[in-house]
């Protein structure tokens, strides 16, 4: 629906955009984002024309923009800017009816889309209409600036880091209303933020932009899988954890295979030695089909055992446990609040699958975030 | 004689005094209002030519009252014209600086919001820059015209009559009795004036900019 | 060419008297006005008021109680001048920070060691502005004085008016135009100063 071909603009010496080709679909919901002066919020100026392109072209349904007049175009594409800019000497009601009244509807059909957008966002007519947006909360203003743009139900809108001045709270209840509404309405949505979080919540698809040229084009989960450019890779952050590689991880990426074992049979003075010679301070105790029974510590040993006698009697089940597939962060948590400082991972028929200990976790994550390690 | 038999026999010259004054700050304020607003509005959108001009203008108004009369007096002959050509240009500059400074004033991002969403020049500078320049407009308008009723008073002195003709009066013949009777009223006309228009700022100030947070 | 020179002159001293005796009285005023608190609207009305009142009926109506000559002019000056200098007074020193306030009261100062070292100081580039405002002003309102028997410029205006001289006005206006320049100029340099100085 909206297509750059080539389109470069220069201030001065400095290239802001370069040679930029990018093509949005109708009806997505497409966040253009980048480090500071990547070009994202020129880019989003030229589709409405408040910044001219010094040469390439930009069409809009087909249409070539640069030939149309831009009063006349602007009426026909939605427009939000982060500090809201409603008019003051308007109330609520005139700022949303103001793009309506500019192309002449009529007095009845503006009435209608205000009250039927102020439904949109629940702020109902009756209290809020003649408001002037001096006594509107931050939220509620931008709320209004939205419906503004949509009044005259442009098929694009452009927002320019809309809730990038609102407080956390508000700026989460925004970013689901502004979701659904374009689901809603179908619109297509061009947004600019510098906030990868907003980003991937909001998104159809990511323009990543890097000094006026367009790095990658993508879906959130695409981009986080494969991000293109170390660039994108810093910009997900903490995302690229969460979402590559520990979506997917289990108890059993985590755990360490070398067990050390004993069958119930085996005898008290025995198992001090093993415990002894292996330097450990309890033993993991399995059944005579090799399924986990419990463990024995050797203070429990010393304290109650006696000479010669099977630790079956010796054993607890004081460690915790968890299956070989269960969620990673779980087993995570476990270990961290287990009294044993160790987690035993069961295979399904309850066998022992291995052990996850602080060393082997913390093994696992320097892997998962930096490659294989030598050790 | 007292000051009722004063009055009586010279209520007409008075209230003639008094209508001409008011005659003679009406038009020029007039005058004044059409060629300072669109000025302001055209100094708004070339601001580097704003700077030069404002300076000259400042530096007119350090120039006394009585010498633009004279010079216009010089220009024109006696009479009101020539008054009501002086007393207007020392009223365009308060209202000249105060439109320029409201539309100056009004938030960048209303205007971006407004070019953004597809109003026309015309359109923003009517339905937004003005009314929120309002305030500042009438502000200047209000010292205008107290400037305006003052100066006026030394309009008699190139036969354009008004209040000043009886002060003067007064004085040349040391008739205390004409000095009250044209500076009173001056000084009531100031005070009333300055009370109105000050009343008109605050109606006509958009509702919006009054409330709020 | 000197008669010019010494009218200047006494133009100038006319007025610088009366600034000083205004700015006196103004900062005084003004400190009322911050100090108790119904007096300021008062006052400000009044000293509001004042300049309101057309120069030339204020200065006529001055002279039927204190003649014909100078000192009537400089009383209507000083009377004249009061606003800028009292408003600014009043809107320097309330825009003192409270922070700055408390530590002076906490660190014992009285009410009136308090306004000489920390609130007059801190609102000075404010009262100098006023001052520097009337001292414009007031050079071209002392052009009336002539009317009611005073010296300075406004006598060879007149008599350039009164015989269609247009040289006559011209030279007695020039040096009017230009002393109100210069002040200007000057005293809004040493604001500039001040206000650098107070950040």
């Keep these: 629906m909206i297509q750059f071909r080539s389109v470069c603009k220069r201030y001065g010496k400095k290239t802001i955009l370069d040679t930029l080709n990018l093509d949005i679909k109708a009806g997505e919901f497409v966040i253009l984002i980048g480090p500071s002066g990547c070009g994202k919020t020129t880019t989003l100026k030229t589709i409405n024309r408040l910044i001219e392109p010094d040469s390439g072209e930009i069409y809009i349904d087909g249409k070539d923009i640069t030939k149309m007049d831009p009063v006349k175009l602007r009426r026909t594409i939605g427009y939000v800017i982060q500090q809201i800019g409603l008019f003051p000497n308007m109330t609520v009601e005139q700022n949303i009816a103001i793009v309506p009244k500019l192309l002449n509807y009529k007095k009845e059909e503006i009435d209608d889309i205000v009250h039927r957008l102020l439904d949109l966002v629940n702020m109902p007519y009756e209290e809020n209409a003649k408001k002037y947006p001096s006594e509107l909360s931050g939220g509620q203003q931008q709320r209004i600036g939205v419906l503004r743009a949509l009044a005259a139900s442009p098929p694009i809108v452009l927002m320019d880091e809309p809730f990038g001045a609102l407080d956390p709270v508000t700026r989460d209840s925004l970013q689901e209303e502004v979701k659904k509404i374009q689901r809603k309405l179908g619109k297509t949505i061009v947004f600019v933020t510098h906030d990868m979080d907003e980003a991937i919540r909001l998104a159809d698809t990511i323009v990543f932009m890097n000094e006026g040229k367009v790095l990658q084009v993508a879906s959130p989960e695409e981009m986080l899988q494969n991000p293109a450019d170390p660039i994108i890779k810093s910009f997900l952050g903490k995302h690229m954890s969460n979402g590559v590689n520990a979506a997917g991880m289990v108890a059993s990426d985590f755990m360490r295979k070398k067990v050390l074992t004993v069958p119930k049979t085996k005898k008290t003075l025995e198992c001090i030695e093993l415990m002894s010679r292996r330097d450990v301070s309890s033993l993991i105790v399995i059944e005579e089909d090799d399924t986990y029974l419990g463990t024995v510590s050797v203070d429990k040993i010393k304290a109650q055992g006696k000479a010669g006698k099977e630790i079956a009697e010796l054993i607890t089940v004081e460690a915790i446990t968890v299956n070989r597939d269960s969620n990673a962060q779980e087993a995570f948590e476990l270990l961290i609040a287990s009294p044993t400082g160790y987690v035993i991972v069961l295979n399904d028929d309850n066998t022992v699958a291995g052990l996850i200990t602080k060393t082997s976790m913390a093994k696992a994550m320097g892997e998962a975030l930096w490659g294989e390690m030598t050790q | 004689m007292t000051y009722s038999e004063f009055l009586a026999k010279y209520s007409t010259d008075i209230w003639r005094a008094f209508f001409t004054h008011i005659e003679l700050v009406l038009v020029s304020v007039g005058i004044g209002v059409i060629i300072a607003v669109p000025a302001g509005i055209f100094l708004s959108r070339h601001k580097g030519t704003a700077k030069y001009i404002l300076s000259i203008a400042g530096v007119i108004q350090t120039i006394p009252g009585l010498v633009l009369l004279g010079i216009m007096l010089i220009l024109m002959g006696i009479g009101k014209p020539p008054a009501i050509a002086a007393l207007s240009l020392y009223a365009i500059l308060p209202i000249l600086r105060n439109t320029y400074t409201g539309i100056l004033e009004v938030d960048g991002h209303c205007i971006e919001a407004a070019r953004g969403i597809g109003m026309s020049g015309g359109q923003i500078l009517f339905q937004v820059e003005l009314p929120l320049a309002m305030p500042a407009i009438i502000g200047g308008l209000r010292l205008s015209t107290v400037y305006i009723i003052s100066w006026a008073t030394l309009a008699g002195m190139i036969g354009a009559g008004g209040l000043g003709d009886l002060i003067w009066t007064g004085l040349s013949t040391y008739e205390t009795k004409f000095i009250v009777a044209g500076a009173v009223p001056a000084a009531v006309l100031a005070l009333v004036a300055n009370a109105v228009i000050g009343f008109f700022q605050h109606i006509l100030t958009p509702r919006g900019l009054k409330l709020g947070r | ?199």
């Design chain 3, 1 to 199: 060419m000197s008669t010019l020179f010494s009218l200047t002159i006494e133009h100038m001293v006319l007025v610088l008297i009366a600034i000083a005796i205004s700015a006196i009285i103004g900062v005084i005023l003004g400190i009322i006005c911050y100090w108790v608190l119904y007096l300021d609207k008062v006052i400000l009305w009044v000293v509001d008021s004042l300049q309101t009142i057309p120069s030339l009926a204020l200065l006529a109506l001055l002279m039927i109680f204190f003649g014909l000559g100078n000192t009537t002019l400089i009383i209507g000056l000083i009377l004249y001048s009061l606003l800028p200098i009292v408003r600014n007074t009043y809107i320097g020193l309330t825009g003192v920070p409270p922070h700055l306030k408390d530590a002076a009261k906490g660190m014992g100062m009285s009410k009136l060691q308090r306004m000489r070292k920390v609130e007059l100081p801190l609102s000075f580039p404010l009262i100098f502005s006023g001052i520097k405002i009337a001292t414009v002003t007031a050079l071209s309102i002392a052009v009336i004085g002539v009317l009611i028997g005073s010296g300075g410029l406004g006598y060879p205006i007149y008599r350039g008016i009164q015989t269609m001289n247009f040289g006559a006005i011209i030279k007695g206006t020039l040096p009017v135009v230009i002393m109100a320049v210069i002040f200007d100029f000057l005293m809004s340099k040493v604001e500039y100063k001040l206000v650098k100085r107070a950040k």
